[in-house]
T-cell receptor, first 118, second 110 residues
Framework: DGGITQSPKYLFRKEGQNVTLSCEQN?????MYWYRQDPGQGLRLIYY???????QKGDIAEGYSVSREKKESFPLTVTSAQKNPTAFYLC?????????????????FGAGSRLTVL | EDKVVQSPLSLVVHEGDTVTLNCSYE??????LLWYKQEKKAPTFLFML????IEKKSGRLSSILDKKELFSILNITATQTGDSAVYLC??????????FGPGTRLSVLP
């Protein structure tokens, strides 16, 4: 079945450590995204990528880094510079914006990774 | 700044009740509005709305968009405990991503 796989589901980190969250998709989607979700808030975009070896910052990119070496994979590193990293992280993918029927496209999400900093 | 607002933020009902969830938006450009249901993990897609006045329906769920008044509603009739979830509204603003609202947390009691 096609979908998005995120790992790990739960992760604990000590302050000062970097941690990398994995996101793999087999939907043949060009675009991939990382969102952060905090209680009572909407999803906020961290980074997105529309093509291999290229990515753009979203609204809250500070303290995060990404890479896109393969179309299927878009890992997110939460660095020690991120001041408040405890959150639920969602990876998503889609066809390229504007290329769907009537130009509209739909995000497909992974199951999420919950990061807790101790 | 583009913005999506949802109301209420949380709602508690009993099985069999009908609920209406609201989503209003202010965006520079509008391409589509999407509704997602999020239980404990991945949001799952419910509806995509692009045209005003055309109701989308799936079982007990339905949704409609008003592009003049800049809002959408999601209706759930004869609610069941399995409808308990956070319902997310998002707008595609012709940007490179979507603008999400804070979500409405619906709890359906038996």
């Amino acid at each position: 079945d096609g979908g998005i796989t995120q790992s790990p589901k739960y992760l604990f980190r000590k302050e000062g450590q970097n941690v990398t969250l994995s996101c793999e998709q087999n939907l043949n989607h060009d675009a991939m995204y990382w969102y952060r979700q905090d209680p009572g808030q909407g999803l906020r975009l961290i980074y997105y990528s529309q093509i291999v070896n290229d990515f753009q910052k979203g609204d809250i990119a500070e303290g995060y880094s990404v890479s896109r070496e393969k179309k299927e994979s878009f890992p997110l590193t939460v660095t020690s510079a991120q001041k408040n990293p405890t959150a639920f992280y969602l990876c998503a993918s889609s066809i390229l914006p504007g290329t769907g029927a009537s130009g509209a496209n739909v995000l497909t999400f992974g199951a999420g990774s919950r990061l807790t900093v101790l | 700044e583009d913005k999506v607002v949802q109301s209420p933020l949380s709602l508690v009902v009993h099985e069999g009740d009908t609920v209406t969830l609201n989503c209003s938006y202010e965006v520079t450009n509008f391409r589509s509005l999407l509704w997602y249901k999020q239980e404990k993990k991945a949001p799952t897609f419910l509806f995509m709305l692009t045209s005003s006045g055309i109701e989308k329906k799936s079982g007990r769920l339905s949704s409609i968009l008003d592009k003049k008044e800049l809002f959408s509603i999601l209706n759930i009739t004869a609610t069941q405990t399995g409808d308990s979830a956070v319902y997310l509204c998002a707008v595609d603003n012709y940007g490179q991503n979507f603008v999400f609202g804070p979500g409405t947390r619906l709890s359906v009691l038996p």
